[in-house]
């Protein structure tokens, strides 16, 4: 499990859709949000939304570098992370 945070920097409320690309085959990528699956978040204004990414990796998996990129996209803006 990885620890994320979405954060609202002085922008009104709204809601974000979350994805999880670039996830390897076999592999499962799921974003939590109060230990449950979700698909989007709403920080308020200055504040965030603790988020954590699972991911399931298969025991056969390479052991070559992966990089998927989180993205939160909402009504006129995205942010996009890269995790290696």
């Known amino acids: 499990n990885i620890s994320l ?3 609202n920097y002085d ?3 709204q809601r974000y859709r979350l994805s999880v690309e670039g ?3 076999g592999w499962t990528a799921t974003l939590l949000g109060g230990g449950q ?3 989007a978040a709403m ?3 200055d504040s965030s939304v603790p988020l954590q990414l699972r991911l399931d990796i298969p025991a056969n998996a390479s ?3 992966q990089t998927l990129t989180v993205k ?3 009504q006129g803006s995205e942010a996009s992370l890269p995790i290696v």
Do not use: D, F, N, Y
């Open 5 to 7: 945070r979405l954060q």
């Open 11 to 13: 922008l009104g409320p």
């Open 23 to 25: 996830v390897p085959s």
């Open 37 to 39: 699956p979700v698909a």
């Open 43 to 45: 920080p308020a204004p």
């Open 63 to 65: 052991l070559a570098e």
């Open 72 to 74: 939160a996209e909402g």
